[in-house]
C-alpha cells in the first residue's frame, strides 16, 4: 500500500516553497495524486524522499508522520468544508441533529439535488428519534461504575465489551447505537428519552438550558467524523482482522484517551483560562518565548474553525448572556491569528463550549461523538480484503 503525505509536508521534506514544488511536478519531477475529497493533492512518499536525497536539500529531523491513502465514502476534508456521504456538513447542522448525522453516515445515501439550482437536500434522516437504552443492557453494564477511577472514554470501552458480549450478531450501526443509548444513563445522565444532545448536557447539568442543549447537538455533529483521524484508523484496523464491532469502538476509545488526540480540547480550555487571566497578548507572548504550540490551533489534517466548527463557535454565543466570556475567547483567536501562522481547529470551538458553559476542561464529548464515525468506517473497512495492514520494520 503506498504511503502518501500532503503537499505542505511534502513542501517540507524538500525543503522548498509549495509554488516550487508544483514546478517539480509541471516539470515531470515527481507525481501527484489527487486525494479522495478530489481536491487535496498526495505525493508518494518514497518518491520525494528519493528527490531529497538527489537534491541533498532534505531536511536532518526524523522522518515525518505520514498519511496512509485510503478509498473512503463516509467523509471528505477539504479547504471547503466536511462532507458526510456527499452532504454538506453545514447543512446538516442547520436544522439537523446529532441522530440525524449518525443514521446518516451509517448509511450509503448520496445527496438528492434540488431542482433549478436549488442546494442539495440536507439528508433523508432530519426528524430522528432514538429510544431510552435498552434496560437489560444498561443493567448489563452498570457494573462498570464500580470500577474506580475510569474516565468516560474508559468506562465506554468497558461497556461496549460488555454489550458485545451479549449481541455478538450487531451490525456496526446497531453496536453504535446501543453503545450510544446507554451511554448517558450509564454514566449518571437524569434524562432517559429525548433528543441525544439534551441526554448528554444532562451529564454536567441537571436541567440544562435549550441553549446548552443546541450547543452540545452541534458540538456532537461537528465531531462525529473527521476522515481518517489516528482513532478512525485503529478501527479499521481492528475491523481488518475480523474483530467485532463492539472490539473495534473499544479499540477507537482505548486511542482517543491518547493526550495528543481525545483531550486536546481540554489543553485548549485551560489556555482559554491563562489568557482570560493574564490576557490574551501576555500569554500568546509567553507560549512563543517557550516555544510552544497555541493548543486548539494547527494540525493540518484538523477541521479548522470556518469548515464546521465555526458553527459550533456560534451555537456557543447564546450560553453567555452577557457575551463576556465569548469576547475573551474571540480576543484570544485573534491574538494567536495576529502572531502566529496557525489557523483555529475544533479543539478551540470545543473548548469555548465547556468554557463558556462553565464546564470542566475534562468534558469528554468527543469519544461520544466519534462513536457514529468508527461504526460507519468499521463497516466500509468489512468491504476490503482483510488484514490488509502490515508494518515493516527497520533498522534506526
Do not use: K
Not at 144 to 152: C, E, H, M, R, Y
Not at 277 to 295: C, I, S
Not at 362 to 374: K, L, M, T
Amino acid at each position: 500500500m503506498p504511503t502518501y503525505i500532503r503537499s505542505a509536508e511534502a513542501a517540507r521534506l524538500l525543503g522548498v516553497t509549495p509554488a516550487t514544488l508544483y514546478a517539480y511536478v509541471s516539470r515531470g519531477r515527481i507525481g501527484r495524486q489527487t486525494a479522495a475529497d478530489g481536491r487535496a493533492s498526495l505525493f508518494a512518499l518514497d518518491e520525494i524522499e528519493a528527490l531529497a536525497r538527489r537534491s541533498r536539500r532534505a531536511p536532518t529531523e526524523p522522518r515525518p508522520t505520514i498519511d496512509v491513502q485510503i478509498a473512503s465514502r463516509v467523509t471528505a476534508l477539504s479547504e471547503d468544508g466536511v462532507r458526510h456521504r456527499g452532504h454538506a456538513l453545514t447543512d446538516l447542522v442547520g436544522d439537523g441533529h446529532y441522530e440525524d448525522v449518525a443514521e446518516l453516515i451509517w448509511s450509503n445515501v448520496p445527496p438528492v439535488e434540488g431542482g433549478d439550482g436549488a442546494p442539495a437536500s440536507p439528508g433523508p434522516y432530519v426528524g430522528v428519534e432514538w429510544p431510552a437504552a435498552d434496560a437489560e443492557d444498561l443493567a448489563r453494564c452498570r457494573p462498570v461504575n464500580d470500577l474506580a477511577g475510569l474516565s468516560i472514554a474508559q468506562r465506554m470501552a468497558a461497556a461496549s465489551s460488555v454489550l458485545g458480549a451479549a449481541h455478538p450478531d450487531d451490525t456496526p450501526a446497531d453496536a453504535a447505537r446501543r453503545l450510544l443509548l446507554v451511554t448517558p444513563p450509564l454514566l449518571g445522565s437524569t434524562r432517559r428519552t429525548g433528543r441525544f444532545a439534551g441526554r448528554v448536557a444532562a451529564l454536567w447539568r441537571r436541567r440544562p438550558s435549550p441553549e446548552l442543549v443546541r450547543a452540545v447537538d452541534v458540538a456532537l455533529m461537528c465531531l462525529a467524523d473527521h476522515e481518517l483521524a489516528t482513532s478512525t484508523l485503529a478501527v479499521r484496523i481492528a475491523a481488518s482482522v475480523r474483530t467485532s464491532p463492539y472490539g473495534g469502538l473499544a479499540a477507537g476509545l482505548a486511542v482517543v484517551e491518547g493526550a495528543l488526540h481525545g483531550s486536546a480540547a481540554s489543553l485548549a480550555h485551560r489556555f482559554i483560562e491563562e489568557c482570560a487571566a493574564h490576557g490574551a497578548p501576555a500569554t500568546v507572548r509567553r507560549y512563543r518565548e517557550e516555544q510552544r504550540r497555541a493548543p486548539g490551533f494547527g494540525r493540518e489534517v484538523h477541521l479548522v474553525i470556518d469548515a464546521g466548527g465555526g458553527a459550533l463557535h456560534d451555537a456557543v454565543r447564546p450560553i453567555d448572556p452577557t457575551g463576556a466570556r465569548v469576547a475573551i475567547v474571540d480576543r484570544m483567536i485573534a491574538e494567536v491569528g495576529r502572531v502566529l501562522p496557525h489557523p483555529p481547529n475544533i479543539d478551540v470551538a470545543l473548548a469555548a463550549l465547556t468554557w463558556t458553559a462553565g464546564l470542566d476542561p475534562d468534558v469528554q464529548i468527543f469519544p461520544i461523538a466519534r462513536i457514529a464515525g468508527w461504526a460507519a468506517h468499521f463497516a466500509e473497512e468489512l468491504d476490503e480484503r482483510p488484514v490488509r495492514y502490515r508494518g515493516l520494520a527497520r533498522a534506526p
